[in-house]
């Protein structure tokens, strides 16, 4: 099949989240598998930084290849990409991104075109690339190029919908009538991603639970009627991780290499990580890690609760990321309080971050809703064993037999998992069977590229 991946950010271009691992990723696992894919994207100021040759073709399109032969074509233009910023700055979102991102769309459809490759398939991303599929129908229905373009759209945090004042619809060139309750229209505002969900022929997102979830009042962030009356194209493909990235057997940030076959070595890494952190170092006391936003999302409101009683038990903790002022507060007052507990790291730090995944016993991820999750995959592969809340693909990747879960979201049920995982850290036999079964887990991108295949397959054929 020929496939069309339109997203807002790729690896190894530009990124600010998840979403370029994914479309970085994905395209190279299903060209593996046989599928013409192509990879559309802006070509923002930061595309000039890649190493990877870019080639002018026109005056706003430029390209460069990954993988084999996977073209990614960039659509350039000053006033709306040549920023420091993908979707924003200190000041908030770019109050022009309805303009930046709906030109983007149109100027993604005519390229196609352009270049002539007439797609089996679109696979689209997020709220920036909704539009795509809105004026797929209502602008090029009539032209034969277009007409058997199929378009997938995927959902990979639904609480990110591209909501904009009404008085900008205008600027889509859209009928009128579209921004209504069949429409575009969302409580008096425009939703891009409500459009791209009314107007795709399939939907999917990023793990079979969180599918489910969205369809309710909790996670559905208003869309979860709408996503009920559509669950007959909707579907939730795990995220895939990219093993030439995390390998613990391969990886130059870590001080020793360490496999399945041959996990010794971690020991030495925690030793490492220990030293790196200025914490005491003793095999024996558990490290947790963790590597994430300080949000809320994350779970840190649950877990500022408890890290008082952290502090005072017989384990470390580890933390790496940024995220709400309030958070860095209270744990910067907690790493002083317990110098030789809790080591905070306020910064992003690639090469700790690989050293937390492969010298710490657990990672820590009691995220209040995660649609995917990709620390968990993470920390599966090198044998740290996961400690989540039961939501989304925390549910879907995580059991008892390679991980801990709590399923009722409050800081008592969290400080019981991590007592209880402590607990069990102390019986080396069921602790080695544990990082045996984690590492074994297979959460590849061919697993993943192949049910999107198949996903592909059925939207042709519809």
Wanted: glycine fraction near 8%; proline fraction near 3%.
């Amino acid at each position: 099949m020929k496939i069309a991946m339109m997203a807002s950010e790729v690896l190894p271009f530009a990124k600010t989240g998840g979403l370029a691992d994914v479309a970085g990723s994905l395209p190279l696992a299903l060209e593996y598998s046989g599928q013409e894919v192509i990879i559309i994207m802006p070509g923002y100021k930061c595309i000039g930084e890649t190493r990877l040759k870019i080639n002018k073709i026109t005056e706003d399109i430029s390209f460069s290849v990954i993988g084999k032969n996977i073209k990614v074509y960039f659509i350039e233009n000053k006033l709306y990409f040549n920023r420091d910023g993908l979707y924003g700055d200190k000041f908030g979102d770019y109050p022009d991104n309805l303009e930046r991102f709906s030109y983007f769309c149109r100027r993604a459809i005519g390229l196609l075109k352009e270049i002539n490759f007439n797609a089996d398939i679109l696979h689209l991303h997020d709220w920036q690339n909704s539009l795509v599929p809105v004026y797929l129908k209502e602008k090029y229905s009539g032209s034969a190029f277009y007409k058997k373009m199929k378009c997938i759209l995927t959902i990979h945090n639904i609480g990110y919908q591209g909501i904009f004042d009404k008085k900008e619809f205008p600027k889509l060139g859209l009928k009128n009538e579209l921004f209504d309750i069949n429409g575009l229209e969302f409580y008096g505002k425009i939703n891009l991603l409500k459009g791209g969900i009314i107007f795709s022929d399939f939907i999917n997102t990023v793990s079979p639970t969180y599918a489910k979830e969205i369809q309710e009042k909790e996670f559905g962030f208003g869309l979860e009627g709408l996503l009920k009356e559509r669950k007959s194209v909707l579907s939730g493909i795990l995220n895939g991780l990219d093993y030439s990235v995390w390998d613990p057997g391969s990886d130059k940030f870590i001080l020793h290499n360490f496999t399945c076959e041959n996990p010794e070595n971690k020991a030495l890494d925690k030793e490492d990580l220990q030293r790196t952190c200025g914490l005491p170092v003793n095999r024996g006391i558990p490290v947790l890690g963790i590597v994430s936003r300080l949000a809320e999302q994350k779970g840190f409101d649950i877990l500022v609760e408890i890290i008082d009683k952290l502090g005072k038990m017989n384990l470390q903790l580890v933390i790496l990321g940024t995220g709400d002022l309030k958070y860095h507060q209270i744990l910067k007052k907690m790493s002083d309080k317990y110098p030789g507990c809790i080591s905070l790291n306020l910064r992003f730090d690639e090469s700790l971050a690989h050293k937390i995944y492969a010298g710490s016993d657990m990672f820590l991820m009691p995220s209040k809703y995660e649609p995917c999750g990709l620390g968990q995959l993470i920390s599966l592969h090198y044998g740290t064993i996961p400690l989540v809340f039961k939501t989304g693909g925390l549910s879907d990747t995580i059991n008892s037999k390679n991980g801990f879960l709590f399923s009722e979201y409050s800081k008592d049920k969290l400080l019981k998992m991590v007592v209880k995982a402590v607990s069990v850290f102390k019986d080396k036999a069921e602790w080695e069977s544990l990082v045996k079964n984690a590492m074994k887990c297979n959460f590849s991108w061919m697993v993943s590229a192949d049910k999107y295949i198949k996903l592909y397959a059925k939207a042709k054929a519809s």
